[in-house]
């Protein structure tokens, strides 16, 4: 599958399902890099969940995204702010002009780009001394729950092993900064569900079977199963910690 489409059927259970970012992650740029104002690329920017947390706090972000269905998604939802502008493009050629950003980020996206490519398009776009941020929510496998969840998603997800982001290693995401120094934060956040908001959060993913697929059903009683057995009041948590790599080239 060409990884920039991969998303096009996804697009609602994506804007209704998917974890947004902590707030105190604009706060840590701010305090630690010195990011109070400034012009933001949001590459990989999707339905515009990390766009919106910085258009929000009074940045300008231009949204790049090679998804139309995602970006199309993204430009009503964020259209009415100010600051947000929608740019059809990838992490490699993000249409945008030579040194006319002060950061470029990608929240959930980076470990779909290729990485020597996507860093020298960051350089040309970056102003002198712009700041790279990476995010990524991380899914906890602590509680048994979340444990039996990452048990189902293995069974179920078509290439989840070869596309999950923890694939992308803290030693990788390291050599993409160099020789500029990287900081790590890490930040708790959650999302609580009741089976049809897990079902969609599950299915908000790239790698699971939607309706009409081969074994999509199996799937979703196997999910129910799992409900059922650890729900309380009925409702489920799912944790993560969102990491922020950032640093300043």
Do not use: C
Not at 51 to 61: E, I, S
Not at 89 to 103: I, R
Not at 123 to 144: A, C, F, Q, T, Y
Not at 180 to 191: G, H, R, S, V
């Amino acid at each position: 599958m060409n990884n920039t489409q991969r998303f096009s059927n996804r697009v609602e259970n994506y804007v209704k399902y998917r974890p947004h970012y902590p707030t105190a992650i604009v706060t840590y740029l701010q305090e630690r890099f010195g990011f109070t104002a400034g012009t933001i690329a949001d590459v990989g920017a999707g339905t515009g969940i990390l766009t919106k947390l910085f258009l929000d706090a009074g940045y300008t972000v231009y949204a790049v995204e090679p998804n139309e269905p995602m970006l199309a998604k993204a430009t009503v939802l964020l259209n009415d702010h100010p600051g947000f502008t929608a740019m059809p493009g990838t992490a490699e050629n993000t249409t945008l002009a030579n040194n006319s950003v002060d950061a470029v980020m990608a929240g959930q996206a980076f470990h779909w780009f290729n990485a020597e490519k996507s860093r020298t398009e960051f350089m040309r776009i970056l102003k002198p001394h712009g700041l790279v941020v990476l995010v990524w929510n991380e899914r906890r496998i602590d509680s048994p729950f979340e444990q039996e969840y990452e048990v189902l998603i293995n069974r179920y997800g078509n290439d989840y092993v070869q596309v999950k982001h923890r694939n992308i290693e803290q030693d990788d995401i390291a050599a993409f900064f160099a020789p500029m120094a990287m900081d790590l934060a890490t930040f708790n956040n959650q999302q609580v569900f009741n089976f049809e908001g897990l079902k969609g959060r599950l299915l908000s993913s790239s790698y699971v079977p939607l309706q009409g697929e081969p074994k999509h059903d199996e799937m979703i009683a196997g999910l129910k199963a799992l409900f059922d057995k650890y729900q309380q009041a009925g409702a489920i948590t799912i944790s993560y910690d969102t990491r922020v790599y950032a640093g300043r080239w």
